[in-house]
């Protein structure tokens, strides 16, 4: 009788382990975050054939931000960072430094909180010349 007591807290033990991590595995942005930008140009993986390397990024306006971050980055190499700036509105524009591949990402910030969001994917690009 008492192992098969034993055996049944241990059974539970282990099932409120497992129900743990999977509620953790499903967590859900809750009011006070925000969600990451959806980029929408350069597209990926762009192959830019321009001269001056102008670069417009652009990507959608996130509900509830109150600014968003940009990071830029060159590859020569090794991934170098180019630019990291912060801007109210979505879409940001350098000159890119140069015939080779780059990347960038963005976060938004919580006009409600001044919190940081996840940030969104890298996206790649290339000029070529």
């Known amino acids: ?31 006070e975050q925000i969600a990451s930008p959806e980029l929408v140009a350069p597209i990926p993986d762009a192959k830019l054939n321009i001269f001056p390397r102008r670069t417009v990024f652009e990507w959608k306006h996130v509900e509830g931000a109150g600014k968003y971050e940009i990071v830029v980055e060159y590859n020569d190499g090794k991934w170098k960072l180019l630019k990291n700036a912060t801007t109210n509105v979505p879409s940001y524009t350098i000159n890119f430094v140069g015939k080779q591949p780059g990347r960038w990402r963005v976060r938004s910030f919580s006009k409600a909180t001044g919190n940081p969001g996840p940030y969104s994917e890298w996206r790649e690009f290339i000029y070529l010349r």
Not at 1 to 30: G, W
């Open 1 to 31: 009788m008492k192992r098969r007591i034993f055996l049944l807290s241990i059974s539970i033990i282990l099932l409120n382990i497992a129900f743990m991590a999977k509620a953790q595995e499903h967590r859900t942005i809750t009011p």
